[in-house]
């Protein structure tokens, strides 16, 4: 069977979390291909609420948005059991960002508070360089509370590379931008008008670069969407409910007492058959099956996250596992997939203090 400690030590997890709350930063974990099990190996707390992760083209290296009032970005790089910090941590000229993505040789920052997105200069040795380039969005919702202005929570490149997709909770719509890759300017090109109120958060593609969904935070519906990489344009052609009845290992429909479902993260499998919702406050993975085709996602299920408040759920880029980041529980628990029906089931946990995300790397 070989050396299973071995086999871990050559993939490598890292979890974000919010120091605010209680968390250690950066948690760079061992991941047991056999078994899916993360193993604790170190953390590092020097940049302030690190909630999101990616990472980059330099090998060994991956970037961490820091959720702060400021706002800022840093470079790490693999050392040892943990990460060491690649150069100064970099504004990224917007307000509680909490997102981020590479479009290289750019690092594009999503800034929920200040409601804009970014772009950073990646140096050839994978380090952060300002100033930004900012474009910010303007708008609002019909939710005086949470849409009284603009809140773009994700920015993504497309499969084509073309365009940058942004995520905006307070305008109800998705911006879709070309990037200059000489200047890093972002350029508005379209945007798509989502249902008044849905507040959406996040958008993950189908295999087929040809399908994207829209998971919705303030209303629990998943928007699937035609994509355009031609053109440059996103078309809503259905909104799903993502429906929360009672099912083996599952709460009901109103959750866990009086909370509201806020769906918060979404995974799409690599063989385009079946895709995951985290639900916050129900505390659920719900499962969709594209059976019917890549438009007509049908729900196939929900089981308990394991734990409370799903902030981020990532599937494993080697096995089909899915691991809920618990943010309110402090724990990321992993799940094993079953390949006929797609339901997930539970498999272990790894205590983190106020977890916000999880990235393969």
Same mark, same amino acid.
């Given at each position: ?56 083209? %330099? ?77 910010? %969005? ?50 508005? %090109? ?15 593609? %189908? ?155």
């Amino acid at each position: 069977m070989g050396d299973r400690t071995a086999d871990a030590a050559e993939h490598r997890v890292y979890i974000g979390s919010f120091t605010s709350s209680g968390g250690r930063g950066i948690t760079t974990a061992a991941l047991d291909p056999e078994t899916g099990a993360l193993t604790e190996l170190s953390t590092t707390d020097v940049l302030a609420d690190p909630s999101y992760l990616v990472e980059g083209v %330099h090998e060994g290296v991956l970037y961490a948005v820091s959720e702060s009032a400021e706002g800022a970005a840093g470079a790490f790089v693999a050392e040892g059991r943990g990460l060491r910090l690649l150069g100064a941590p970099v504004p990224v000229g917007g307000a509680g960002p909490t997102h981020l993505d590479v479009a290289w040789p750019w690092l594009l920052t999503a800034h929920y508070t200040s409601g804009g997105v970014g772009a950073l200069a990646i140096a050839d040795d994978g380090s952060l360089t300002g100033p930004p380039h900012v474009l910010h %969005h303007r708008g609002s919702g019909p939710d005086p509370a949470r849409q009284e202005g603009p809140h773009a929570h994700h920015v993504l490149a497309d499969p084509s590379l073309n365009w940058v997709l942004s995520v905006d909770l307070g305008t109800d719509s998705v911006r879709v931008c070309s990037l200059d890759e000489h200047t890093g300017t972002l350029r508005p %090109h379209s945007e798509t008008a989502l249902t008044p109120g849905n507040g959406p958060r996040h958008l993950a593609f %189908h295999p087929d670069g040809e399908v994207a969904y829209v998971v919705n935070e303030l209303r629990p519906l998943l928007t699937v969407c035609r994509w355009d990489a031609e053109a440059g344009t996103l078309e809503p052609v259905a909104e799903v409910p993502i429906a929360l009845e009672p099912a083996p290992g599952a709460v009901p429909e109103a959750g866990r007492g009086d909370v509201r479902a806020y769906p918060s993260a979404i995974a799409v499998a690599r063989d385009g058959r079946f895709v995951w919702v985290a639900v916050r406050g129900a505390d659920v993975l719900v499962t969709f099956s594209l059976a019917g085709g890549a438009e007509e996602p049908r729900r196939a299920g929900a089981v308990d996250c394991g734990g409370r408040w799903p902030r981020d759920l990532a599937l494993d880029v080697w096995r089909d596992r899915l691991y809920a980041a618990n943010e309110h529980s402090g724990d990321v628990t992993w799940f094993d997939v079953d390949p006929a029906t797609g339901q997930p089931r539970r498999a272990g946990s790894l205590p983190v203090p106020a977890a916000t995300c999880v990235l393969f790397a």
